[in-house]
């Protein structure tokens, strides 16, 4: 038994020898440590022998166990050692090789429009008031002095949800109203902007879903001059040019008394008439006007002692003008192709 677990041994070790790498070693472990090696088959034919080999030979059995272990760690040091210098003399670094540019991610057109508008209307003293885009009714159309059944809410076309009463909003206007509720008695300067939902065909020049900018100031003295002035100004700084011709036409919307529509000299032709502006030499860019005393009261103002301007302009538009873009459904189609050259 003694001799036998010599050879075991020996053979063990002329196997390890062999070995060159760490599944060659596994299956080495497997074959002369496991479980039915023979080494381990040993210790089981140990009940079948005298009380005094008994001793003798589990000593030496458990001697050899020890040492062939010693060897198998040995021997998976060494291989690890010598697996990570291959890879190091592999996968050796030149660096003196280019690197690989980045990709660089950027901002979407109309976010940067948007960040354009914030940041003129912020030096002007505008705070940037956030709104809801799921609304009620009441606040899209009734507080804007559109009540039920009025003929001026079919100018948008609405997402209605299967909750009464509860729609898309169409616009940023519903917005003036939680300003005002949340200010009042206080004065107000703020621009509220955000996505707008309608159901309407989509077109080059129409989406169903889109940014406004609403901008909104009550007050005790805010008359026609502050709105001109505020908007002609404004028009000057987006455009980037302190001549810019601006021009307001009189217009209707429910919720403002008088209104006006804002428009910018066509800065394609400088007034000429071409495409862009459809030969008027004009180009449209936002509606406003003076609050309507019926909406500052739903605001809980009382319009003999407030009044207030507010205006409401589309981001998408305003780009388009500014880079030319005929199409307003690239904007929302997320084509890098097009994203890629702002
Ligand atoms: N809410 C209007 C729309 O979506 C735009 C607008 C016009 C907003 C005049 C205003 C305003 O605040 O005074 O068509």
């Not at 955000?194 to 609403?214: A, D, I, K, L, P």
Request: with cysteine; aromatic share 10%.
């Amino acid at each position: 038994m003694l001799e036998q677990l010599e050879q075991i041994k020996a053979e063990a070790q002329a196997a390890l020898e062999k070995v060159s790498d760490l599944d060659a070693l596994e299956a080495w472990r497997v074959a002369h440590l496991g479980r039915s090696s023979p080494l381990m088959n040993s210790f089981k034919q140990m009940g079948g022998l005298s009380k005094e080999e008994r001793p003798k030979v589990g000593q030496r059995a458990n001697e050899v166990k020890v040492a062939l272990e010693a060897e198998l760690e040995t021997k998976r040091a060494m291989l690890k050692q010598a697996a990570l210098s291959a890879s190091l003399d592999e996968e050796q670094l030149d660096v003196t090789l280019p690197g690989r540019a980045l990709v660089r991610g950027r901002l979407h057109p109309i976010t940067q429009t948007l960040r354009r508008i914030y940041a003129i209307f912020a030096e002007m003293g505008f705070q940037v008031y956030r709104s809801r885009e799921v609304e009620s009714d009441d606040y899209n159309f009734t507080f804007l002095n559109m009540p039920p059944h009025h003929p001026a809410r079919d100018m948008w076309d609405t997402f209605y949800t299967s909750t009464e009463g509860v729609i898309l909003r169409t616009h940023t206007s519903p917005g003036q109203i939680h300003a005002m509720r949340e200010f009042h008695p206080d004065p107000i300067r703020v621009i509220l902007p955000g996505m707008c939902y309608r159901y309407e065909q989509v077109t080059t020049r129409s989406e169903m879903q889109f940014t406004q900018v609403e901008g909104l100031a009550v007050g005790k003295h805010i008359t026609l001059s502050d709105l001109k002035g505020t908007l002609t100004d404004f028009a000057r700084r987006l455009f980037d040019d302190p001549n810019v011709g601006t021009r307001f036409r009189a217009s209707h919307f429910p919720f403002t008394e008088p209104s006006a529509e804002m428009d910018v000299e066509c800065f394609v032709c400088g007034g000429k008439g071409c495409s862009v502006c459809k030969q008027t030499g004009w180009l449209e860019i936002l509606g406003s006007g003076m609050v309507h005393p019926t909406v500052l009261r739903y605001g809980g103002y009382d319009p003999e002692e407030y009044s207030g301007y507010a205006f409401g302009m589309g981001p998408e538009r305003i780009t388009m003008l500014l880079h030319r873009i005929d199409d307003i459904r690239y904007f929302w189609r997320n084509d890098l192709r097009f994203l890629e050259q702002f």
